[in-house]
């Protein structure tokens, strides 16, 4: 069905977002009758695109070209955390710039946005310790992404006693999809004290 919708656009005013950073999305794109503007993470060669949005894993910024015009984003003060977010924004700023939205609103939206609660949300900061809420990642695959992040973009400045900092997990309920291979290698490296072997 999501293949069909890339066979039946047609017109310069008919655009297909597609993340390089995944294949499917990538050979997907061939079959598209539109205006193709890709997006996803930043490198030397992606810069080079005359069209595209891309984002800095290491970095603050969102680069933005439409046809040749080079433009600059940041998401220094968004609250949305880790390149999935970073994806994510890359992906509706290059939509709204289409759609003709001035480069500062699309900045104050970033700059403003909220996260939905429960979605990865901090909700504060004590003795050195991160309290996160990810109430809403109810299967496996949801717990992966934000779990990897808890060491990058919620650990906390490095402590006086100079141990690293860890993640305790607290994680219930039913498991839906019935299979816990795809979590195991994200808790061995990222939570303490993970019993499940």
Known sequence: V????FSEQSGVNNWSFVNLDESWSRSVSATSKGRVLPFGRFTAERAALPVGSFFESAGALIHLSLDGEREQLTVERSALRGDHNRQNIAAAAAAARVLGAPLEAIQSAIDSFQPLEHRVELVRELNEV??????KG????AVVVPLG???TDFAPAPSS???APYVRLLIGGKIKEGNWEPIREKLRAHAADAGFD
Do not use: P
């Open 130 to 135: 991160s309290y996160v809420n990810d109430s």
């Open 138 to 141: 109810t299967n496996v695959s």
């Open 149 to 151: 992040l808890m060491q």
């Open 161 to 163: 006693s100079g141990t």
């Open 2 to 5: 999501k293949t069909r919708i």
